[in-house]
């Protein structure tokens, strides 16, 4: 991917939710909701604060993060449907 997002942007990749319940009933994709959890592909450098100084994001490639349901704008790059959205949009990140 040659893409660099600015400022606090995040390029997210939303990570594929289950299509199958516990009881073993197969959701189809119509059916299924579009997952709010995703990895961060890439980030911008960060924001500027009042005085012009660098504020670094919390946020690093390869983090798996948690996202509200509405959030990002969802583009298609390289053929992989990805969303960019803030930094703020992102809840936590998800830590192992």
Known sequence: ?????????????????????SGGIIIPDTAAEKPQQGEVLAAGP???????????????????VLFGKWSGTEVKIDGEDLLIMKESDIMGVIEK
Request: net charge positive; glycine share 8%; proline share 5%.
């Open 1 to 21: 991917m040659k893409f660099r997002p600015l400022h606090d942007r995040v390029v997210v990749r939303r990570v594929d939710s289950e299509t199958k319940t």
């Open 46 to 64: 960060g924001t500027r604060d009042e005085a012009g100084k660098l504020v670094p994001l919390d946020v690093k490639k390869g983090d798996k």
